[in-house]
């Protein structure tokens, strides 16, 4: 299949750091970041206090379902349609939603089907627009540079959030939901307004040529079939985050409360693999290896070692290893992404991005509670080292793969 480019049709943009395009939409994605990390906690303390468990979680639930369903019909858009007005229509979407949600919760509809209508609409325009994201980058970005953006991006994601956090605690015990409903609403505000005045793509995107959804579609499942390195990395990308997520989030959980620690260990943890993830990534900004691809899964080598240091009952090594897994994290996430992007023909990039996004969504909520069915039989301690030696195998298998190994 021939592989086809991003036409530049304008002055060559300048590096990043001296963009002031590329440096107000970055400005404007992390304060978006910021608002959902509030609405985040305030959604799951508003759930958790004015509900019963069950219809909790069914809140909490809620996003994923119309997301995963929808994710792959917003690869197919990204492909066909302009990406950045897919863009300005989610963002204003979830604007909508997040007012619609505050008008009825005043109104005298404060529960469970206010915040479940919430959680379905942010579903749905997640599930249309997250593959629009990657293909946008794609058109402002000059490709020699998606590493470094992607990088920010990365940095920025983390700091906010964990800003944003506690912030969502305080609005929310002294402005109720509504107040988060409303902070977030404009922050989307603020993301769609940059796109729309700021935001103009310097490179343009072949565009899917099928005339129906299902042809584009199964342009693009051809596309990986006919595609090693494209393929690869979606397979890779998304087996990595199964071994990943049980450990750090069940799997040091499960270490804490079983060793007796104390809630404040669980936070000490949290900090520094968020700490470990902002420094990786930073580095990663900095130096870029030559064989990016290749050495992105090498680096995660060492994240598996680590991954089963998170079971040991001993302190000191579950902090060292929440630190490595954050900084090899860190990492590996801008090397790999950058070169995964490149990778991809321009073309199918909503497609192939979507099929990525599926895998995580439907794979992930799998697999932690399959590491919690392992530990209560084996142990934490053996599982651990079973999560993180199959991951190190497969990083060692991927990096040693002739269409990954030399990509750069």
Known sequence: MTASAPVLVGPVPPAPRRDPMVLTWLVAVAVSWFGDAVWTVALAWTAAHTLTPTLAG?????EMLPQAGLVLVGGVLADRFDPRRLMVAGQLARVAVLGAGALAWNGGLAGASTLIAIALGFGVAAGLTIPSGTALVRQVVAPEHLGTVIGWNQVSSRVTRLAGAPVGGVVVAVGGPVAAMLLDAATFLVIATVTVLVVRPRYRLPRSTETRWRESFAGGIRYLRATPSARLFVIGLTALNVFVTPVTALGLALRVEGSGWGAHWLGLADGALAAGAIAGSLAAIRWRPTYAAGVGFRVLVLQGAALAAVGAPWRPAVLVGMVVVGVTAGLASVW??????????????????SVTTLGDMTLMPLSVPALGALAGTVGLLPTTIAFGASMSVLCVWFASRPALARLT
């Open 58 to 62: 069914v809140v909490l639930a809620a």
């Open 336 to 353: 790999l992404s950058a070169a995964f992007v490149a990778a991809i023909d321009p073309a199918f990039t909503g497609r192939v991005t």
